[in-house]
């Protein structure tokens, strides 16, 4: 009790007056924020329910919901942690709902002129962004695409961590960092579009399951949400956003 009402006051400070008025908490990683902003919104005017999603690397967001967080519904970037909450006993059983691809990406369009590894050791590269490669599963897709390709270990010195894929594109996008190893959801958004990238083929799929948590507050509109996933609309919007 004492855990969730910390979860609680922490959450209470990091989101917006009128926030916990919401019906329903969804726990979603980071690399999936423009599609869900739209999904949100769609599902809000089907149901007339309102939900309130907390953005963050899978495993931030995992290791809030073992803390007794009060989330409906976990979006993982994984396959591995909503497994595991199914076999601890925590959630219903996990379902895939979309699959992602890494890709370097840049304002810069020099460094996308051939391929990724190219632009990755570009000397004018001198830093390159890239997710935490342990909560992070596109940091730890990216981490396996540079290490097949056999420059990890000569890329060390211009990485930057980001805490999350969407921290990553922010290094990317403002500057801090030249490149960054982001999420091709990003492509496709405003600020996306400003720059370019290049597909990191190299880098495995990743597979992002989702489930409903046996300790939802609200069990009926997460069960709701969850089949408002597989509607042609939602599918329609993740095309739109790169993912499979």
């Known amino acids: 009790m004492k855990r969730i009402c910390a979860f609680i006051l922490v959450l209470a400070l990091m989101l917006p007056a009128g926030a916990f008025a919401a019906d329903l908490f969804i726990a979603q990683a980071a690399n999936f924020t423009p599609v869900m902003k739209e999904i949100i919104p769609a599902f809000e005017k089907a149901t007339g329910l309102t939900v309130q999603a907390t953005y963050a690397s899978t495993g931030k967001l995992y290791g809030q919901i073992i803390s007794d967080a009060p989330f409906d519904v976990f979006l993982a970037a994984d396959q591995k942690r909503p497994d595991k909450l199914f076999a601890d006993g925590l959630s219903q059983k996990p379902f895939v709902y979309a699959k992602g691809q890494v890709v370097l990406w840049s304002r810069d369009k020099a460094l996308c002129a051939e391929d990724w590894k190219a632009g990755v050791m570009n000397p004018s590269a001198k830093k390159v962004a890239i997710a935490n490669t342990e909560t992070a599963p596109y940091g730890t897709s990216a981490m396996n695409a540079m290490k097949a390709a056999g420059i990890w270990d000569k890329a060390?010195?211009?990485?930057?961590?980001?805490?999350?894929?969407?921290?990553?594109?922010?290094?990317?996008?403002?500057?801090?960092?030249?490149?960054?190893?982001?999420?091709?959801?990003?492509?496709?958004?405003?600020?996306?579009?400003?720059?370019?990238?290049?597909?990191?083929?190299?880098?495995?799929?990743?597979?992002?399951?989702?489930?409903?948590?046996?300790?939802?507050?609200?069990?009926?509109?997460?069960?709701?949400?969850?089949?408002?996933?597989?509607?042609?609309?939602?599918?329609?919007?993740?095309?739109?956003?790169?993912?499979?």
């Open 156 to 244: 060390q010195s211009k990485l930057v961590f980001g805490q999350s894929i969407s921290q990553v594109f922010q290094f990317a996008s403002t500057g801090a960092a030249d490149a960054g190893l982001c999420a091709y959801s990003s492509v496709f958004t405003e600020e996306g579009k400003k720059g370019c990238f290049v597909v990191v083929d190299q880098a495995p799929p990743v597979i992002q399951a989702a489930c409903i948590l046996k300790s939802a507050p609200n069990p009926e509109g997460a069960a709701r949400f969850v089949e408002f996933l597989s509607t042609p609309e939602v599918q329609a919007l993740k095309l739109k956003y790169g993912y499979k």
